[in-house]
């Protein structure tokens, strides 16, 4: 009978303030275990990186791969930030110095139709005991966005199959999963072959682990709150028992220089982007939950250039902070506007034009203090909606570019991404034509406005 140990983080999110206790608890625990006869394991599930972080941002999520470094992880898989917030240049470049494998059987280069060279299809650990420990790594398959960066995401319902038709019955099989815990829990009834899952993407927390089928799901919720570790007895590359645990960060001891050590984190990020100088603004641009300030005006402008449309819709809530009169550098931008965010040019008949814009008549006033969350949103309230290009009459009549719409004409705005995937605008998913502009986030957007508005010289 062999001990085998499983220490996994996931979903950091660019949480530098718990890094500090993480790694020194993942060191300190295999040590810990390897003297107590165990052969330990180390991975991490993706979403490490958050370019809301202006260190991630600036150094496009090299700074991350380096801490990362510093653990001595076996292997990790990649979660959307990874895969979806870098051009396809940079996360082909992203790993370049990583000693750990990365793992991930579901993403291929559209161009090559080949997995790229920085990922591994598997990872075969074997272990002293003779076991030998398979582990196989599947992120998140957003279709709409991973084609815009040149790639092909496989489903994994379609993958897994392929997968476990290479194995064979003496493997432990250990699944990092950057799915979320509902396809976590389908993949256990469908697939019990596999003897851990370990999952991510939706931050969900397994304190003691989930037996699901053949399977034991285990999961550390989010932003390095909590460290995870599975146990197995491993006989013949049988698991004859399994458990799973977390650790709470919080309760693990600080040190006097954690603090100093995250505050020179935060400048080395923030130095390097106010080097880049963008504009120069001749009076202070204000931003407000309410009203349609200086900043917001300015943007939707700045989004009917990007995307070539008389028309653009954004909320205030996107807007952090003001621009002082002056010198704006890259990270003032990146405090103001730290989303993974695109804007997106939407095309809709004029009678769904209509029925977007009720919708948004509709839940303004609610959406005002409403406290957003995900879907590349890093801000805390939603705030007004504005319109440039499209007014509303007493009437509920809709005009576009100062002209009554007709029901039967195309119209093009410009939009944000963001509104493809929250709940609150359903006809620009179920009737737009959305293009969304990949090339640039929306700080980049305002910046290359800015830039042309308000030279520095």
């Given at each position: 009978?062999?001990?085998?140990?499983?220490?996994?983080?996931?979903?950091?999110?660019?949480?530098?303030?718990?890094?500090?206790?993480?790694?020194?608890?993942?060191?300190?625990?295999?040590?810990?275990?390897?003297?107590?006869?165990?052969?330990?394991?180390?991975?991490?599930?993706?979403?490490?990186?958050?370019?809301?972080?202006?260190?991630?941002?600036?150094?496009?999520?090299?700074?991350?791969?380096?801490?990362?470094?510093?653990?001595?992880?076996?292997?990790?898989?990649?979660?959307?930030?990874?895969?979806?917030?870098?051009?396809?240049?940079?996360?082909?470049?992203?790993?370049?110095?990583?000693?750990?494998?990365?793992?991930?059987?579901?993403?291929?280069?559209?161009?090559?139709?080949?997995?790229?060279?920085?990922?591994?299809?598997?990872?075969?650990?074997?272990?002293?005991?003779?076991?030998?420990?398979?582990?196989?790594?599947?992120?998140?398959?957003?279709?709409?966005?991973?084609?815009?960066?040149?790639?092909?995401?496989?489903?994994?319902?379609?993958k897994i199959p392929e997968l476990l038709s290479n194995d064979?019955?003496?493997?432990?099989?250990?699944?990092?999963?950057?799915?979320?815990?509902?396809?976590?829990?389908?993949?256990?009834?469908?697939?019990?072959?596999?003897?851990?899952?370990?999952?991510?993407?939706?931050?969900?927390?397994?304190?003691?682990?989930?037996?699901?089928?053949?399977?034991?799901?285990?999961?550390?919720?989010?932003?390095?709150?909590?460290?995870?570790?599975?146990?197995l007895e491993v006989k013949n590359n049988h698991v004859i028992?399994?458990?799973?645990?977390?650790?709470?960060?919080?309760?693990?001891?600080?040190?006097?220089?954690?603090?100093?050590?995250?505050?020179?984190?935060?400048?080395?990020?923030?130095?390097?982007?106010?080097?880049?100088?963008?504009?120069?603004?001749?009076?202070?641009?204000?931003?407000?939950?309410?009203?349609?300030?200086?900043?917001?005006?300015?943007?939707?402008?700045?989004?009917?250039?990007?995307?070539?449309?008389?028309?653009?819709?954004?909320?205030?809530?996107?807007?952090?902070?003001?621009?002082?009169?002056?010198?704006?550098?890259?990270?003032?931008?990146?405090?103001?506007?730290?989303?993974?965010?695109?804007?997106?040019?939407?095309?809709?008949?004029?009678?769904?034009?209509?029925?977007?814009?009720?919708?948004?008549?509709?839940?303004?006033?609610?959406?005002?203090?409403?406290?957003?969350?995900?879907?590349?949103?890093?801000?805390?309230?939603?705030?007004?909606?504005?319109?440039?290009?499209?007014?509303?009459?007493?009437?509920?009549?809709?005009?576009?570019?100062?002209?009554?719409?007709?029901?039967?004409?195309?119209?093009?705005?410009?939009?944000?991404?963001?509104?493809?995937?929250?709940?609150?605008?359903?006809?620009?998913?179920?009737?737009?034509?959305?293009?969304?502009?990949?090339?640039?986030?929306?700080?980049?957007?305002?910046?290359?406005?800015?830039?042309?508005?308000?030279?520095?010289?």
């Open positions: 009978m062999e001990k085998i140990a499983i220490l996994h983080t996931n979903d950091l999110h660019s949480h530098f303030e718990n890094w500090p206790r993480i790694k020194r608890y993942l060191i300190s625990e295999k040590q810990k275990l390897e003297k107590a006869g165990y052969f330990v394991i180390t991975v991490d599930l993706g979403d490490a990186l958050d370019r809301a972080d202006p260190l991630t941002d600036a150094t496009d999520g090299k700074a991350n791969v380096e801490l990362l470094n510093e653990i001595g992880y076996d292997a990790a898989t990649i979660g959307n930030n990874e895969g979806l917030t870098n051009s396809k240049d940079q996360l082909n470049h992203l790993y370049d110095a990583a000693n750990f494998d990365v793992v991930l059987g579901n993403i291929v280069d559209s161009d090559t139709k080949k997995r790229p060279d920085w990922a591994h299809e598997t990872k075969m650990i074997n272990t002293p005991g003779g076991n030998h420990i398979k582990i196989y790594g599947l992120t998140a398959p957003y279709q709409s966005t991973y084609t815009l960066e040149g790639w092909t995401p496989i489903d994994d319902q379609e064979n019955d003496d493997e432990v099989l250990v699944l990092l999963s950057h799915l979320g815990v509902t396809q976590d829990r389908l993949i256990a009834k469908k697939f019990p072959r596999f003897d851990v899952i370990i999952g991510s993407h939706t931050h969900h927390l397994f304190e003691h682990g989930e037996k699901d089928n053949q399977s034991l799901l285990a999961a550390a919720g989010k932003y390095g709150y909590y460290v995870g570790k599975v146990t028992n399994s458990e799973a645990s977390v650790v709470k960060t919080s309760d693990l001891p600080s040190e006097p220089e954690d603090g100093k050590w995250l505050d020179a984190l935060e400048k080395r990020g923030q130095d390097i982007l106010a080097q880049s100088k963008v504009a120069k603004l001749d009076k202070k641009m204000d931003n407000g939950l309410r009203g349609k300030p200086r900043m917001v005006s300015e943007f939707l402008s700045a989004m009917k250039e990007k995307a070539g449309t008389k028309a653009a819709i954004a909320n205030n809530g996107l807007f952090l902070h003001a621009l002082p009169k002056g010198i704006v550098d890259k990270n003032q931008l990146h405090q103001i506007l730290p989303h993974s965010m695109h804007v997106t040019k939407t095309t809709l008949s004029g009678s769904d034009l209509w029925r977007m814009v009720m919708e948004m008549q509709k839940n303004w006033k609610f959406l005002i203090a409403y406290e957003q969350k995900g879907m590349g949103f890093r801000g805390k309230y939603f705030g007004q909606l504005n319109y440039d290009g499209i007014n509303v009459d007493d009437q509920n009549n809709v005009y576009f570019d100062g002209k009554l719409i007709d029901f039967n004409q195309s119209y093009e705005i410009a939009l944000l991404d963001h509104y493809i995937f929250i709940p609150f605008f359903p006809t620009v998913a179920i009737k737009g034509d959305n293009n969304i502009l990949y090339d640039q986030t929306l700080r980049e957007v305002f910046a290359s406005y800015l830039s042309k508005k308000y030279p520095l010289e």
